[in-house]
């Protein structure tokens, strides 16, 4: 129950975090803190914004269940939660009139079969198994499959680095946590060394050195 509650928690910021940084630092936005627009706030709105952003956060959640039949129940709460999320704030801080319950319920029914399948990506990619390498390399590729321009073109340029900062991190993040479980599970082996030799201490008797009632010597 608290990886799912955790997987929540994940669903509830990336849905905070895209509404609010996008209306308050789009110059476009009602609430905005700057008539010019605030340009980290805006990177990050359309960072957030993207397919490959929310396709990821179900991966960490998925990863942070571990568990396979947990891991796509975990991605799409946290889809679903962050999909409602999104537009409650936006209702919330003004910028949109009302609630957009079309794009609530469209983005809410696509959450179901991206959230289980990047879920089940995602706990795969967390079991101490030899072939955990390929989902867990998966999850970068598709950041890169899914990654578009976004934002104003001023914006874009910024946008990209921070995608391909991200897939490059989360390679070498995923490379390096599998590579420290499979030395592990190696270090752990009963095959990993020569077996240990029980030597006698030093004025230890031998077993069979006497039998009961015979003289030492």
């Known amino acids: 129950m608290s990886r799912l509650i955790a997987a929540a928690l994940l669903g509830l910021c990336l849905g905070a975090a895209n509404s609010l940084s996008n209306s308050l630092g789009s110059p476009y936005s009602p609430v905005s803190l700057s008539s010019e627009g605030i340009l980290p706030l805006q990177v990050l709105a359309a960072v ?30 946290c889809l679903l939660i962050a999909d409602l999320t999104y537009y409650l704030a936006d209702r919330t801080s003004g910028y949109t009139g009302g609630l957009d319950r079309g794009g609530l319920l469209y ?13 089940l990506l995602g706990a795969l990619a967390a079991q101490r198994r030899w072939w955990s390498l390929a989902p867990s390399l998966a999850a970068p590729v598709i950041i890169l499959l899914l990654a578009t321009p976004t934002g104003t073109p001023d914006i ?7 995608t391909n900062t991200t897939a490059l991190i989360l390679a070498l993040a995923m490379a390096a946590t ?3 479980r499979v030395l592990l599970t190696l270090n752990h082996s009963p095959h990993a060394g020569p077996e240990r030799q029980v030597v006698p201490r030093l004025g230890a008797p031998h077993a069979t050195t006497r039998g009961p009632g015979q003289p030492e010597g």
């Open 156 to 162: 874009q340029p910024w946008s990209t680095i921070v």
């Open 178 to 180: 599998w590579t420290h």
């Open 107 to 119: 983005w809410g029914l696509l959450a179901i079969p991206c959230g289980l399948g990047m879920g």
């Open 48 to 77: 957030l914004g993207t397919t490959w952003a929310w396709s990821i956060t179900a991966f960490l959640a998925g990863w942070l269940a571990r568990r396979i039949w947990t891991g796509p129940v975990a991605g799409m709460i």
